[in-house]
């Protein structure tokens, strides 16, 4: 469905530019963001392949596993429903430190896995439990201490100072996620106050 919105789009974009006579403005817009894309994209890889790195290093000497033991009383208190040795805990907390770090492309597979399980533990329906709206919430907003991919685009376009953002977006990113964790808390008990819980 999503291909099939793109490619109206596209043909949308083309029809109003042959009939307002700027396709030559759309052919330059087209190939200017095809070249930034790719600048873009390997500014982006090389911050990606250190934070990955730094995430195996962290991995490896165990502090992974601290942070995971560290965040599992608030973790299964976010998620009460979920088991405290069910893999889905493992990978919804991989996912929040993964945000920490700012790899949300690092973080996606993580909260794949994460859903397939809670998808598992919620007997393969297709109604999202409470623990799959509560994780979608919370990795939408999800804390950021370090926003590697922002720094690195910053990086790309010669910012003069590409970390400065990093005390706003931890406070912006810590208020979005207390908000995220509150209004899901208040529609669950909207929820189960009219039965549907």
Not at 96 to 105: D, H, S
Not at 132 to 148: H, K, Q
Not at 153 to 176: C, D, H, K, N, W
Request: hydrophobic residues 50%; without cysteine.
């Amino acid at each position: 469905m999503v291909n099939l919105i793109w490619v109206a789009l596209l043909l949308i974009g083309l029809l109003f530019a042959g009939i307002n006579g700027t396709m030559k403005d759309v052919n330059e817009a087209m190939f200017q963001g095809a070249k930034e894309a790719v600048t873009i994209s390997i500014g982006l890889i090389s911050v990606l392949v250190f934070w990955l790195g730094l995430m195996k290093i962290a991995e490896q000497s165990g502090l992974l596993s601290f942070f995971a033991r560290l965040f599992r009383p608030i973790a299964k208190k976010i998620f009460p429903e979920v088991p405290p040795d069910h893999p889905a805990l493992g990978y919804i907390l991989s996912n929040m430190i993964a945000n920490m770090f700012g790899l949300g492309n690092a973080a996606t597979p993580l909260g794949i896995k994460a859903m397939e399980q809670l998808k598992q533990l919620n007997g393969q329906t297709d109604e999202p439990s409470r623990s799959m709206i509560t994780f979608v919430a919370l990795n939408t907003a999800s804390v950021t201490l370090i926003p590697a991919t922002v720094i690195s685009i910053r990086m790309t376009y010669q910012s003069a100072s590409p970390g400065e953002i990093i005390g706003t977006t931890f406070v912006a990113s810590l208020i979005s996620t207390i908000s995220a964790i509150m209004i899901d808390r208040a529609f669950y008990i909207r929820r189960r106050k009219k039965g549907g819980l």
